[in-house]
């Protein structure tokens, strides 16, 4: 069945650091959509990237989606305590919208 | 905050009993899923309603089984509770059309323990 594996499992930097956390899956998404969820929170929606090759800048966060629509990744510049959480991507499989398949994220920490 | 409430907020249960969990989707989403998150993993999912009907189920047994109504909330009920059930359930909606995934906002979450 459709995979989606993130890279890496846990991320510690130091506060003004850059981070950046990498999506892939074993089939083609229709779409990827990002997700971050704070310790002790539910997952909060950030943001969808649905064509090939897309790039989608908010403020200090760049998300990226591959050619092949199989891997995306997402990057935080200078990193400040208030990025802490976990960081999920997840898709429909192009041939199945309607199952939206999420990565076991990327955990980050941030020290000041 | 999304508009996403889900019910009750935590629960305990014993093996072998059944629960059920609410969920009220964000005015003018027509879309829910639900979800079940283990601790440390990523939320899996169980199955997704769309105007009411089952619209896609993930690999949960049967006894995991839902309903959306017409004012699209839902509910997820789970039979013969197992100690592997104990997580956090999920619901998200989203405002869809059939054929097209959308951005999912999802409600606090029930937190349930099988003992």
């Known amino acids: 069945g459709q995979q989606v594996m993130q890279i890496p499992q846990y991320q510690h930097v130091q506060e003004g650091e850059d981070f950046t956390t990498y999506c892939n899956s074993s089939?083609?998404?229709?779409?990827i959509q990002w997700y971050k969820q704070r310790p002790g929170g539910h997952p909060v929606f950030l943001i969808q990237l649905v064509k090939s090759g897309e790039v989608k800048k908010q403020k200090r966060l760049t998300f990226q989606f591959g050619e092949a629509k199989k891997n995306s990744s997402l990057h935080i510049t200078a990193t400040q305590t208030t990025d802490v959480g976990t960081y999920f991507c997840a898709g429909p499989k192009k041939t199945s919208y309607d199952k939206v398949i999420f990565g076991p994220g990327t955990s980050l920490s941030v020290i000041p | 905050e999304t508009g996403v409430t889900q019910s009750p907020t935590h629960l305990i249960k014993t093996r072998g009993q059944q629960v059920t969990l609410r969920c009220s989707s964000q005015?003018?989403?027509?879309?829910v899923s639900w979800y079940q998150q283990a601790l440390g993993q990523g939320p899996q999912f169980i199955f997704q309603?769309?105007?009411?009907?089952?619209?896609g189920r993930g690999n949960f047994p049967p006894r995991f089984s839902g309903l959306q109504f017409p004012n699209y909330s839902s509910e997820l009920n789970v039979n013969a509770l197992e100690l592997d059930d104990s997580a956090l359930y999920l619901c998200a909606s989203s405002a869809g059309t059939s054929g097209r995934t959308y951005e999912q906002y999802f409600g606090p979450g029930t937190r349930l323990t099988v003992t």
């Open positions: 309603y769309y105007r009411e009907e089952e619209n």
């Open positions: 089939t083609t998404l229709s779409n």
């Open positions: 005015s003018g989403h027509n879309t």
